[in-house]
């Protein structure tokens, strides 16, 4: 592959999708379908509209040639004196016979030209471009036009009771026919459903351009039809089996049905108590939802990527339909309070706002801010505070000889998915004469030498077995300028590791036990700040069962317990690699975001999971835990109770996940009670300015600094959470 086409895949999707992508799950590889979901950085200015038909115009469409598709994109959005971040998705030729390296390459060749597209306009900048995951042919529309929602929507009833606020939920297993979700007259107050993975036959004026929408009619009629069986209700409803394997929502609890329900879900048969109040059932009909389920590739693969396009098409999904809620009652140009819950999130990025997809997040957010409308993001701190995920070299580890420092990365057996481990160096820092030594756990080396960039951005090289050097590649090391920001970078190393125990037992796999990366002539690099090293999440996501076991670093001196015996609340003593401080969702270190950690109910301690920001000093600004909720009952009983799939369903679920809709619930109810500021929130710091909105709410934390860093600035209290009898 050409220099000029590397650099549009990035090390993930070239390992994904193509070296690696015999490891690859069902649903994952591109070799079946021309669609690919991709996303496409701009300059402030650039109008998607007219690139789409450039190519159009050109015989794009319908040809051999490569073509972009756009999904409902929110306008305001382009707008701006801001980049421009776009979901699209490219139509290349029809596949054919061929290596995973040969889909890549035309994959590549469709990103080169939607780059060279955008070139050919005005004051034409620096762009970026880069693949995501496959959209099965039978989930796409391409008679999809983004003013078909206009009429569809004019034919929709309206609401008896006018919003105050609109809850939007982003997550998998949508039960969107739930009746927690209905008002105080039976019917549903979901104004919009899209399930992004659902089959796209039998619609002939489709208002998405992949997978299907509901709207809050066409809901009540499933409801009216098949409300007395929801198994045959989602079977009629989400037809999304074979297009992804995997479809959750059959199951009797998901994770979206958990969270949907716990931040906008009635509590219609529970009686209220002096010590666990519920709220009548009216005062959450002026409540709209707006749901969005991913589609199964999104959640099964727990790493960073492969799901930006999928996640940025349903914020600008829901921008637009808040525009549509808001216009419909209150008129045009007015805006409802729109407070979003995304319990989603990984271990990787740079964990200073600048990961692409939170550029584009806090993009969109803030240019709704700025027209009036108040935003908030919801997002959990997440899991891995105890997970041994997240290390830092400093110049006091380096060995006297190279000054070098040897991670210890420990695979487990039985491993069906790959690994992966990002190694970012700092600003200012470049690769330059770093080299990498890596070594399997019966020392065999499978790689010792620079990764020199030679002048590009990206630079890949393949891992072949210790001693076959014929065989499968059991592995990929890249390096990587990684765009940050306008006119800003981090270089960073991703290395790649084929399962354990591969699902096709012909492939070699990698040895289990612990890999050791040797990082040599790091003088340089440590003298500009700590190296940051991040394996990323391989976890069985809820509901689904994929042999994943998770890798970890395997430090010794790592203190599993603190003096008295008790797993530790704080941090590694200086001097120590792994680190607990910095394991923060690496989706949620930018300012736009309000970051939610779990607490124990009983004693109100930080829930042992619950993650924490790098800097314990940090009072204000992105980048830390800004208030929590209770994410288990009590240390003998883990979790918080919700919904389950099915109507009348109750299933206790624990992660900073299940905190998360609570306190969005707790936004909503601020905005229904009246106390709501109709001016958003700033652009500063969106998790204080929560803090602030949710007073009365909320109790201050405690003044110790483990506490701060582990819990924020606020706990909401118990007669808010709502939680079932």
């Known amino acids: 592959m050409s220099d000029d086409l590397t650099e549009l895949i990035g090390p993930y999707e070239r390992w994904a999708h193509g070296t690696g992508a015999a490891y690859a799950f069902a649903g994952a590889t591109v070799a079946d379908s021309p669609f690919m979901a991709a996303t496409a950085e701009w300059p402030a200015g650039t109008d998607p509209y007219a690139i789409a038909a450039g190519l159009a115009n050109n015989g794009s469409l319908g040809s051999s040639s490569p073509a972009v598709l756009l999904p409902t994109l929110w306008s305001a959005a382009f707008d701006g004196a801001e980049r421009v971040f776009c979901p699209a998705v490219l139509r290349t030729a029809e596949p054919v016979a061929g290596t995973g390296a040969d889909r890549l390459r035309d994959l590549a060749s469709a990103c080169s030209q939607l780059k060279s597209e955008h070139a050919k306009r005005p004051a034409a900048q620096e762009t970026g471009i880069r693949i995501n995951s496959r959209i099965p042919r039978s989930a796409v529309h391409l008679g999809f036009h983004p003013d078909n929602i206009t009429e569809r929507y004019a034919t929709c009833p309206s609401a008896p009771v006018p919003p105050a606020a609109i809850m939007a939920v982003i997550d998998d297993g949508i039960a969107f026919a739930h009746e927690n979700l209905r008002n105080a007259a039976g019917a549903t107050r979901v104004e919009f459903c899209w399930l992004q993975g659902a089959e796209a036959d039998g619609i002939a004026e489709p208002t998405v351009l992949f997978g299907r929408e509901y709207l809050s009619d066409a809901i009540d009629v499933l409801i ?41 879900g009635h509590r219609h048969g529970s009686k209220p108590s002096p010590s666990r109040p519920v709220p009548p059932a009216g005062d959450l009909d002026a409540l709209r939802v707006i749901a969005v389920q991913l589609p199964a590739p999104a959640t099964i693969e727990t790493a960073s990527f492969g799901k930006d396009a999928f996640i940025l098409s349903a914020f600008h999904y829901i921008f637009d339909r808040a525009d549509r809620i808001a216009e419909r009652y209150l008129g045009k140009g007015a805006a ?40 908030h993001l919801i997002m959990p701190a997440g899991n891995d505070f105890l997970s041994g995920l997240h290390g830092e070299i400093t110049p006091d580890l380096l060995s006297g000889d190279g000054h070098g420092f040897a991670i210890p990365w420990r695979l487990q057996p039985n491993d069906r998915t790959s690994n992966y481990l990002e190694i970012w160096l700092p600003r200012g820092a470049t690769p330059d004469h770093v080299f990498i030594r890596i070594t399997d756990p019966v020392g065999h080396m499978v790689y010792d030498g620079p990764i020199e960039s030679a002048g590009s951005s990206i630079r890949h090289v393949d891992l072949m077995p210790a001693g076959a050097p014929g065989q499968h590649p059991i592995g990929q090391v890249s390096v990587e300028r990684y765009r940050t920001d306008d006119d800003k970078a981090l270089w960073r190393f991703v290395i790649a590791l084929a399962p354990t125990e591969p699902d096709n037992p012909t492939l070699p796999s990698s040895r289990s036990g612990t890999w050791t990366v040797r990082l040599g002539h790091l003088y340089r690099a440590v ?40 797993r530790p609340l704080g941090d590694n003593p200086a001097g120590v690699f792994v680190r607990r401080f910095g394991t923060l969702n690496g989706l949620a270190t930018h300012d736009a975001a309000a970051v939610v950690g779990g607490f124990v109910a009983t004693s109100q301690t930080p829930a042992l999971y619950s993650a924490a920001g790098h800097d ?53 109810i601020a905005y229904l009670s009246g106390m709501g500021r109709p001016s958003g929130s700033s652009q500063g710091d969106a998790g204080h300015d929560l803090v602030q909105l949710l007073d009365g709410q909320v109790c201050p934390v405690s003044q110790d600094a483990i506490s701060r860093v582990r819990l924020g600035e606020a706990l909401l209290i118990s007669r808010n959470r709502t939680l079932y009898r």
Request: aromatic share 6%.
């Open 616 to 668: 314990p000093s940090l009072q204000s600004g992105p980048g830390r835990v800004h208030l929590s909720a209770a994410s288990d009952a009590s240390t003998a009983l883990e979790g918080v109770l919700a919904a389950g799939t099915r109507s009348g369903g109750v299933v206790r679920m624990s992660g900073t996940s299940m905190a998360a809709p609570q306190i969005a619930r707790a936004t909503a």
């Open 527 to 566: 003298q500009h700040g700590p190296i940051t090293c991040r394996i990323q999440r391989d976890i069985n996501p809820f509901g689904y069962a994929l042999g994943a076991r998770q890798s970890y670093f395997d430090d010794p001196r790592d203190e599993a317990f603190d003096a008295s015996g008790h």
């Open 224 to 264: 009216q039809a098949h409300g007395h069986d929801e198994d045959l209700l989602y079977r009629r409803a989400s037809p999304d089996r074979g297009v992804y394997a995997g479809a959750t929502i059959d199951r009797l609890a998901t994770h979206g049905a958990h969270v949907l329900d716990a931040a906008a």
């Open 336 to 375: 409802l309070p729109l407070i979003i819950n995304f319990s989603y999130g990984f271990n990787g990025g740079p964990h200073h706002g600048g990961e692409r997809l939170e550029r584009a997040l806090r993009s969109l957010i803030r240019r709704r801010v700025a027209r009036g409308g108040a935003t």
